[in-house]
């Protein structure tokens, strides 16, 4: 990988500086870094003068996101732009935010409650029913035998129900078996907390251990469900009605680590104000 060694006089590796680095920044110093990286991995030449331009230096990043993988070996989006996983591509993965620490008490109790449903699968398969699909249903109000229901929102709610009761508090999660209803809903609903796609990126370090990720598939179809580990950009995740391969309808609880920040493309729901 490009970043076992460093280029000549560096005593150590810069820290991910919270933004996307992409044509136009104005931070002259950070751009430097960036193209002393480039020149020193062998996707220049470049003159350092801390312009960050579309003909050299951006030309130069798309060339290091097609030639390099990321921290754990999946290819880079050859885009230019210099975000947290093409940071740690380039300057190492302990340069970039890494968080497996629920920020609250509640946060923390709903993963313990989503780890112990990892494993739980529909009967028969691809029913979107079975005695543990159908107490998730019922928690959002939600009759099983009467249709066929979606179920990765209420498997969310259902951790946050358990979790809220254990410690005798309210459960800030709003009430309802609809993703984008979720995301739409949160924003009026006490402590919540709503980060988007864009401000994610921007600074990856906004997003932690017990939020709810949010995927719009367009036509009111979505996607959620729990980050339980955030590093590097990539996100290990509990997820609902899905599979390994990370559908919105598949057939089980999986716990997965193939999504990144990136790819999110709605946003974020964060509850830890509570």
């Known amino acids: 990988m490009p970043f076992n060694s460093l280029p000549p006089g560096w005593t150590s590796r810069p820290a991910f500086p919270g933004r996307v680095i992409k044509a136009g920044e104005a931070d002259s110093a950070i751009v430097k870094l ?70 609250s008490r509640l946060l923390g109790e709903v993963l313990d409650v989503a780890r112990r449903q990892i494993g739980v699968l529909e009967k028969p398969l691809g029913s979107n029913r079975g005695p543990e699909v159908d107490l998730y249903l019922q928690a959002v109000g939600l009759r099983p035998g009467r249709g066929s229901y979606a179920w990765c929102v209420a498997f969310t709610y259902f951790c946050f129900d358990t979790a809220a009761r254990r410690l005798g508090c309210a459960n800030p999660h709003v009430r309802t078996a609809g993703v984008l209803d979720h995301w739409n809903r949160a924003r009026d609903n006490r402590g919540a907390k709503r980060i988007t796609h ?60 193939a999504r990144k920040i990136a790819g999110v493309n709605k946003g974020f729901i964060d509850y830890s104000a509570v």
């Open 34 to 103: 960036v193209q002393e990286r480039l020149n020193f991995t062998g996707c220049g030449p470049l003159r350092i003068n801390g312009t960050f331009d579309r003909d050299h230096t951006e030309r130069a990043a798309k060339l290091f996101q097609a030639r390099y993988t990321d921290a754990t070996g999946q290819p880079l989006v050859v885009d230019g732009k210099i975000g947290s996983l093409t940071w740690g591509a380039m300057f190492g993965e302990d340069t970039t935010p890494a968080n497996a620490l629920p920020p």
């Open 198 to 257: 864009a401000a994610a990126v921007n600074d990856p370090g906004l997003v932690q251990p017990g939020q709810l990720f949010v995927m719009d598939y367009g036509g009111g179809k979505g996607h959620t469900g729990l980050v339980l580990e955030v590093a590097n950009g990539r996100l290990t995740t509990i997820e609902g009605n899905t599979n390994d391969g990370g559908s919105r309808d598949g057939i089980g609880v999986f716990q997965r680590d």
